[in-house]
């Protein structure tokens, strides 16, 4: 179900963003999910390249995007 252009909703706690590999030149997939009080960013949807943060990390990079984004 795919419901904003480039974002599929796949539960409550999981979605997948289309995004670019600058380094590779190509298109993929950014799998954004939580997993209890961990927010995991997989940025190859294949778990070779998976980014957790927790805590003060998560509340840091939701405010930085909310600022640069408004």
């Known amino acids: 179900m795919w419901s904003v252009s480039g974002v599929r909703v796949v539960s409550d706690l999981q979605v997948e963003i289309e995004a670019v590999c600058e380094v590779h030149r190509g298109s993929g997939r950014l799998v954004v999910r939580r997993e209890g009080d961990r927010v995991v960013l997989d940025a190859r949807a294949d778990e070779c390249c998976v980014i957790a943060m ?17």
């Open 54 to 70: 927790e805590g003060a990390a998560v509340t840091v990079l939701f405010d930085v995007l909310g600022e640069w984004l408004g």
